[in-house]
């Protein structure tokens, strides 16, 4: 049972390149979230789906989308990579019968130069 | 600007020492969240306060929700090594909604 798994664990991109990020569950969850974290500023929202099926915005959705592909996966592209964006993403799953608990992936470290 | 404002940002501590950590804020939550993530990981989920007033206790840790459920502490006791990380507060507005993340706390006990 891994939970949830991201993949890559480490991007260098140049400006302009376009790349997915990966994530999967295995724990059956409705919920599933993308964020980045960036020194001094936590975990700030991209976009989130609360089921299959449907995205929404959160926080900080410029310059992303998002393709929740089936239950376990949700993936999140960057279509035109800016240095702005260099940060560290991780995608979560939500347990949904439980009051917002959230299960973190071990993240995506991206570096955009 | 933060929703949540954690203090103090960073805690460098000896052993043995005592720390409690804030989480304040204008807002009313429904709940508040304590995640610790260590580096290279995701953060965990540590413990959910639901009530105002509610004071809960894992082991050496004792979380408390404020009266009016607008902050929380996060007070450890006879601190080790193995507590340093990166402590967040989280807080949802309402079940089911979004959770909000403060900045972070992050603790280095020193042996």
């Known amino acids: 049972n891994a939970g949830v798994t991201q993949t890559p664990k480490f991007q260098v991109l140049k400006t302009g390149q376009s790349m997915t990020l990966q994530c999967a569950q295995d724990m059956n969850h409705n919920s599933m979230y993308w964020y980045r974290q960036d020194p001094g500023m936590g975990l700030r929202l991209i976009y989130y789906?609360?089921?299959?099926?449907?995205?929404d915005k959160g926080e900080v959705p410029n310059g992303y989308n998002v393709s929740r592909l089936n239950k376990r996966e949700f993936s999140l592209r960057l279509e035109s990579a800016a240095p702005s964006q260099t940060s560290v993403y991780f995608c979560a799953a939500k347990v949904a019968k439980t009051r917002e608990k959230l299960f973190f992936g071990s993240g995506t470290q991206l570096s955009v130069l | 600007t933060q929703l949540l404002e954690q203090s103090p940002q960073f805690l460098s501590i000896q052993e043995g020492e005592n720390l409690t950590v804030y989480c304040n804020s204008s807002?009313?939550?429904?709940?508040l969240q304590w995640y610790r993530q260590e580096p290279g990981e995701g953060p965990v989920l540590l413990v959910t306060v639901v009530t105002g007033g509610e004071v809960k206790k894992l082991k050496r840790l004792t979380f408390q929700f404020g009266d009016a459920r607008k902050d929380s502490s996060l007070h450890i006791t006879a601190a080790q090594p193995g507590d340093t990380g990166l402590y967040l507060c989280?807080?949802?507005?309402?079940?089911?909604?979004?959770?909000?993340f403060g900045a972070g706390t992050i603790l280095r006990v020193k042996s």
């Open positions: 989280a807080g949802a507005k309402e079940y089911g909604n979004k959770l909000v």
């Open positions: 807002s009313v939550f429904s709940s």
């Open positions: 789906s609360a089921s299959e099926g449907t995205t």
